[in-house]
Each structure stands twice: as C-alpha cells, then as structure tokens.
C-alpha cells in the first residue's frame, strides 16, 4: 500500500519569500503524485499533477513540483509567495495498481506575514 | 457545469440518529469518492464507487453505507450517529481514464455528533 509523508505541520514564510513545502511517499511502482490546496473552509482544489514524463511540473497559482524518484519526494515551491498563498496544503499519491485509492498527507499550513 | 455538489452544509446529529449526505456531480465522472477530514489530519477514504452500481471500501467504512445508483449521485449514509463521525465530509469525483485521474472535491459537509 502507499503512503504519503509532510514533514511539516506547519510553516511561517514572509509575503515575497520563497516558500517549499516536502512531501515524501512509500510506494513501490511509479506513483501519481498530487498537491492540493485548501482555503479556509473550503475544498480541496487541485494545484498540480505528475503522472509521468517531465519531473518538473507546473501548476497553477505560480506553484511548481519536483518529482525526485531516487528521494521519494515530491516537493512543492514558489518562488515568491503572496498573502493570498496562506492555507493548508496536501500532497497525495495514487496507486497505479489500485485504481481510485488515494493517500493524503496530514497536511501543512502555511502562514504568510507581512 | 455546477462540478461537486454537496448537501447539507452543516447538520447536527443526536447520538443514534441517522442522515444521509448527499453528493452530485455534473461533469459525467465514473469515479466518485467519499473522505472525512477531522482536525489536524489529512483526507481519509471512507467508500469509492468506479462506476454505478459498483462499490468499494476505503480507508474508513464502519459506520458507513453509500449506493451508487445513477453516475450523478454518491450518497453516503450514517445509520447510528456517533460521536467519532464528527467531521467534515468531503466528496470528489474523477475520470477514470489514466492520466486524467484529477479529483474534484465538494465544498464539504460539516457534521457534529452530539
């Protein structure tokens, strides 16, 4: 089965700063790997996919993620983060083999300050 | 397109009472999911369905029963109520098709079990 790993729980980051968020995984074929972003009550919206191909991918929003098979990882960054970045972030993976279950990360926050 | 609909918003449940959650979705989807999120962790699955009338268990299913009647609808039934079901509710839908498995989630149902 897989499963996905956030480090951080939460993270402070000053509006204009750079921002990177880690999610690691387990799992044993090439997985699909996800970022989602959550508003304050609000649902999930989906910032950028890998499923195969380039390793670098863009999303929406100026977020972009790094596919690092040899590390597991799959790492989200921007390289200048606006007051309107601040939310919760979660990594997913997806099984090739197991079609429609997904693993979430627990999560982390992100605070932006002045 | 409306995408994920959900309802209700918010409902408050006496211990041994039952609801059902509703979910909609408008974008022709096979797949369709349902996930609990409680504070401080990620989404868990409780049931997905890949088509209608097929269902599976996820992550989470006690407590729960879903039916999977027509490709629109998932909903998802609480029989007897209790505390530990207090979250929020959130379902999604996806393509089934590789490559397009994107999720789109609801905007969610919160449920408080008194």
């Known amino acids: 089965a897989q499963s996905v790993t956030q480090p951080d729980i939460h993270i402070t980051v000053s509006e204009g700063a750079s921002l990177e968020l880690r999610c690691n995984y387990s799992?044993?074929?090439?997985?699909?790997l996800f970022w989602y972003v959550q508003s304050p009550g609000q649902g999930l919206q989906l910032l950028l996919k890998?499923?195969?191909?380039?390793?670098l991918v863009q999303g929406i929003k100026g977020f972009e993620a790094e596919f690092k098979r040899s590390q597991s990882s799959f790492n989200l960054r921007k390289p200048s983060v606006h007051w309107s970045d601040a939310a919760e972030y979660f990594c997913?993976?997806?099984?090739?083999?197991?079609?429609?279950?997904?693993?979430f990360g627990a999560g982390t926050q992100v605070v932006v300050t002045p | 397109n409306a995408g994920v609909t959900q309802t209700p918003k918010f409902r408050i449940l006496k211990i041994g009472q039952s609801m059902t959650l509703q979910c909609t979705q408008d974008?022709?989807?096979?797949?369709m999911y349902w996930y609990r999120q409680d504070p401080g962790m990620g989404l868990k699955l409780i049931y997905y369905?890949?088509?209608?009338?097929?269902?599976d268990k996820g992550e989470v299913p006690n407590g729960y029963n879903v039916s999977r009647s027509t490709t629109e609808d998932f909903p998802l039934r609480l029989e007897l109520a209790a505390p530990s079901q207090t979250s929020v509710y959130f379902c999604?839908?996806?393509?089934?098709?590789?490559?397009?498995?994107?999720?789109?989630f609801g905007p969610g149902t919160r449920l408080l079990v008194l």
């Open positions: 799992y044993g074929a090439t997985p699909y």
């Open positions: 974008m022709n989807h096979n797949y």
């Open positions: 890998y499923f195969s191909g380039d390793t």
């Open positions: 999604a839908s996806s393509y089934s098709v590789a490559d397009q498995e994107t999720q789109y």
């Open positions: 997913a993976v997806g099984a090739t083999d197991s079609w429609g279950k997904f693993q």
């Open positions: 369905s890949v088509g209608a009338g097929i269902t």
